[in-house]
Structure formats: structure tokens, C-alpha cells
């Protein structure tokens, strides 16, 4: 036996022994109402409580054998682990020189994760606790929806890692699976090893199966490696690797590939038989300002895609969703910034790809743009200030003409209150200059463009006012806003193509209204926006697009809003969108539609009409024991289902499963560009946490 120093006392009436080992650090603490002694035993009766520096044990009665290093507990023992219960019994032997326990019956619960193991007995050793016929499951105890019945398997718990022989599953009383053997991790610690696999079926990829493998060598990185097979389309591998910072930043990359087999490759034209491509997400502060001393401030933010179609992301389970993408056009984006406490400098890139182009040579892609910005500051007087802005930017591609543009600008502006306070008056003038150096093809009007430049001295005046006034009923806030442009002293050389901006080029005004509506418990009910430019210059339009949003709470459950775009040009307009939605604890709906025509110009001078037409509608309603949801979307223009669905879902701690009916149009790159596909399937999902997790997709 260790050496070991006992000392009795006296804790708040109740008697109480610790333990020490001979480095004087303490083993444990053996408390009861009622304590004696005989010979080498000591026995302690009523509220018997055992602590360790890990846990707690209560218990009704406890022999403690100080001789041969042992101590038996009886009548409802209970063990815990911080604040949690973490396993229950009526007879608990505990060798305290062999850090072994026996207990009888055993009843093992985790905190974490909610699994428990109920047996008619179990060992302990070495952190394994050992158990014959047993019963586990994470739903409740009284009435489980899951449980395994085994035959007999050991639980880690270090390593959380569980071990069953025989064991078979029930959805409640019915039988569902067997395996003669089932080894899972029962924690939410990483650890190296297989991840759930997902299967699938359609009439034209075949059976699809997909095993992820999980790769966790360090706390702050990991890796997961997702072989996959479609029997009658192909075979690919896709990888993903995640690691933490000293600020707990998560830098994710994505890379993979997949290879489509020939015959499917010639049965539907694609324009790649191989899809690849790659991601890298990252975002952080304090990156490198440590190394500049002139800024307090720095950050980082990447969110890179590169693909050769859009099949690369489909065939993913993050699928489409972890990439931005709009309107069919992806945006990849590198964005790095100094701050100071007057200066700010960054750098940019974006890149893009239109998914509904077969190669996207003719797209612009910015790479990179460089600005420096000195903040607004005071000179002379307080309420005159100004700022500094220079930007360059390259924007480049493979086929037609590329640019480099460099812009200053220099505002000078003056702000005074008006009509105690009532009203704010700000005028301005602006020195703005830019070039820009062309460099390739023109192919729109087959010449090569001629360098441009421009400067000029542009004079700016804006009147504002905030207001607000309380009535019985309601509180209301107003914001009126004016902004007028006149340009002065002005030359321009050159070619100026039409995706490149000239500030204080035209004579133009800007109004602008916004107003926001309380109730007396402070809750928004109403606002309103308007906004409408106006251009004086002979070659422009005398009126902008008319900007209208507005929406209406009727109370905490509904709302309506609606966006107009009103087009004084083509005296219609050319773009709308009305949604109705209700929202409450178990239910929601959504009912809107989304209108767009508009007359577009593009980079290399043509022109072409943007359209988009449609319904949709949506809503979720919980049950008690399921909830039912449903989606579609209607093209009201071309009379068809852009997409819809219905399905069934229920989640609960320990279960969850989710049945879908799918049909949507899905857009596939083929060598003549992308071609609509019509897309039908089944998906079921289940999850027996922390066991079981299958997804089946069945196609037609």
C-alpha cells in the first residue's frame, strides 16, 4: 500500500478523512454523518460522500479497508462528473492501489452527449469499464425511440470510444439492424477514422457511394479525404483541409477531382470530362500590423473558388452553398487592409465566373486593386474638412482588350446646422483625375481603344434633416436627403470604356427619403424608402430609375414588403418583387414573386435584355412528433416548375430523420454552353446519435 496519511475531522458537524500521499498531494476525501472505526476499517453511515479531484460519489453506506486499499459503497450510489450525473448503481467496489471498481448493477451516463449504458454489472480498470448484456442509447431512459441490446463491449473513457459484440438495433420495439460487431467514437472529440458514408441511386449515375475519411494528427489541423464511386458515371476523390490559428481562425481548403467515364461524357455533351477544381476560405485580424508601425489595424479576408464547371461543387455534399454564387455568375474575393488612426490602405482582387458561359475568356476579372485613403480631418476650421483617395486597378482577361485604371480624388467639403438644427447644409468641391492604359483587341468595334484621361473639378451641395415626433399611438422618425453634383472645370481625352466609372462627369441630383413608423412598445411597424436621381447633361436621361421599398408588419406574426424599380425612360417597370410572410413558434409561410427586365449593356458595347420571372412559396409546420415543409418556385413567364419540394422531417437530441421530394432545373455545361436539365429525387436521412448517420438518394 502507498504511503498514505490519514487525518480525522470535524466538517460542519460531519465526520469527515482525507487521504494523502506521501508527497503530502491529497488522494481523495471520505465524508459520512456517521463514522467509526474497527481495527483497519472504517465504516461510514448516512450521506456518505467520496471526492477526488475528478469526481464525487454519494452513497447511503461505505467500508473503507485501509489495510488492502478497497472501498465498497452501497445503496444508491451515484457518481459525478462536474455538475452532471455520470453513472448510477447500488453496490460500487473501488481498489484504490489497482485503479479498479466493480459495480453492481451499473448505470453510466454522459453529460455531453446524453448517452447512457445500463448492465447488470461492470469493471473498471485502467479508464475501461467492461460489461456483458447491456443496453445503451441516448433518447430517454423511460421510453427510448433507439436502443441497442449487445452481448457484451467496453467503453473508453478517455478515449470515448465504444465497443460492442452483437449488438442489435431497435426502433423502439422493432428490430432494424444487427452486426456482430459496432465500434463508434461516443464523444465530440477528434479522432482519426471513418466518418459516415452517404449512398445513393439514379437512372443516371447508378448506385453512388461515398466514404469520407477522417485524418486528425494535431488539435489545430485536420484532414478529411472523400473517395466516391457512381457505378454507371464515374469515380472521383475530393479533399478537405482545416486548421485553427492562435486566434482559432479556421483556414478551409478544398481540392478534388472527379472522371467522368466516356460514354457518359458523350451521352450528354459534356464540355468536361474531368471536373476539378479547388477553394480556400480564410478570415482574420491582426494578420500583420505588428510589423507596421504606423497602422493599429489589420485584416484578411479570402473566399477563392476556381472550378472548370459546376458539376465540381454539385458532386460535393456542401454542394453549391459554399461558394458565392448569383445570378449564375461566381465571385471569388482576396481583400487585405492596413488601418491607421488616419491613413488606410488596400488591396483587392476579385475574380469571376459566369457558370452559364462554356470558357470565360471575355470575362474582366479585377486583379489586383490597390487603394490608399487618408480619413476625413479637419483644416483650418472644424467644420471644414477633407480626404484623399487613390486607387489603381488591373483589369485583365484572355481574349478582348484589358485596362489599367489609376483614379485620385480630393473632396473638400463645409458642414453648418440651419434652422436650429433642423436641417444640416454641406458643400463641397472635389478635384477628381484618372487614366487609363488599354492594352489588346477591342472586338466589338474591331479597333484597338485609345488611352484615356480625364480630370476635373466637380461642385457638390447636400441638405439633410432627421426628424422625429412621438404621437399617442405611435413614434415616427423621417430622413430627408438632397445631393447635387455640378461640374466645373473639366477635360477628357481618350476612350473611356463603358465599365469604367468618371465622378463629376454630369450635372446630376440626388433625392433620397426614408422613414421609419414605432408603436408605443417600440416596435417597428412600418418603414419606407425612396430614392430618385435626376440628370441634367443633354446625353443622359433626365430621370433615373425611381427606387420604392416598403414594408408593413401587421403584427408579430405577418409582414408584406415590396421593391419597385420604375423606369421613367421606358415609362414601366423593370423590376419588382412583393413577399408575404407569416411567422410564429410552429409554423412559417412565405408567398412572393420576383420580376426583372431590364436592357443591359455589356463591356464590349452589345447590349442584351436580363429577365427573370417567377413565383415562390414556402412553408414549415411542427407537430408534436413531425413537421411537414414544402417549397416551389414558378416561371410565370415560360409557364413551368423552376423547382419544388415537399417532405417530412422530425428532430429530436438523440433521433432525426428528414424524407424530401425534389424536382428542380439545374443548369449542365455542355461544349455549346450550359443547358437546363430536369432533376427528380428522393432523399431520406436519419441520424441515430451518436451511432447511425445515412443519407439514401434515389433519381430518377
Known sequence: MAAALLLPLCLWGRATLERFDKDQNKIFEFLADHMDAQDKILLGKG???????????????????????YIDLEGEVNVFKGNALYLKSQTVRIELNSDYAFLEPFYLQDSSTGMWISSSQADFSNEEYRFGESVLSTCNASNPIWHIEMNEGTYDAQSEWMSMWGPKLYFYRYPVFYSPYLSFSAGYKRKTGLLYPSFSHSKDDGFVYN????????????????????????????????????????????????????????????????HLGYQLKYQRQSLLNTYFSHFDEDGIYVDFTHLNDIDYLRLQKEGEESADIRNKLLTSRLNYYLKGEQDYLGFYAKYYIDLSKADNDT?????????????????????????????????????????????????????MPLADDYFSLTLGSSFYATRANYRGFNRSSESLLENGSFYSNYYTAAINSDLARFYEDFFHTIHYEAAYILPGMKDRRGDFAEVLSLPGNSEELDLKMSQFFYDSNSRMFLYHKMAQPLYFDDYLEKYGELENEVRY????????????????????IVESSHDLTYTEDYFSAYLGHFFRERYLRNSEGGSGTLE?????????????????????GYDYQEKYFRTWSAGIQKEVKCFSYRLRFVNEIRPVLTTTGAKPVEDRYVMFEFRFVPVISAKIKQEQ
Open 47 to 69: 450521506n456518505v460522500t467520496l471526492i477526488n479531484l475528478d469526481y464525487y460519489v454519494t452513497a447511503q453506506y461505505a467500508k473503507y479497508d485501509t489495510q488492502n486499499g
Open 612 to 632: 427573370a420571372n417567377f413565383i415562390r412559396a414556402g412553408f414549415k409546420k411542427d407537430f408534436e412528433e413531425f413537421s411537414l415543409f414544402g417549397s416551389l
Open 363 to 415: 470575362t474582366l476579372q479585377t486583379l489586383p486593386a490597390i487603394q490608399y485613403h487618408r480619413h476625413t480631418e479637419p483644416i483650418f476650421l472644424d467644420r471644414l474638412t477633407y480626404s484623399a483617395d487613390y486607387q489603381v486597378k488591373n483589369l485583365a482577361r484572355r481574349t478582348g482588350y484589358e485596362v489599367t485604371q489609376q483614379e485620385l480624388s480630393v473632396p473638400v467639403s463645409y458642414t
Open 553 to 572: 408588419y401587421f403584427d408579430e406574426h405577418w409582414s408584406l414588403g415590396s421593391t419597385i424599380f420604375y423606369s421613367h425612360e421606358e415609362n414601366r
Open 211 to 274: 466514404q469520407p475519411i477522417f485524418i486528425a494528427p494535431e488539435d489545430s489541423w485536420d484532414v478529411t479525404l472523400s473517395p466516391q464511386i457512381r457505378t454507371t458515371r464515374g469515380k472521383g476523390l475530393f479533399g478537405e483541409f482545416r486548421m485553427a490559428d492562435e486566434q482559432n481562425n479556421i483556414l478551409w481548403f478544398n481540392t478534388g477531382f472527379f472522371r467522368n467515364t466516356q460514354s457518359y461524357q458523350d451521352e450528354y455533351d459534356l464540355k468536361n470530362r474531368t
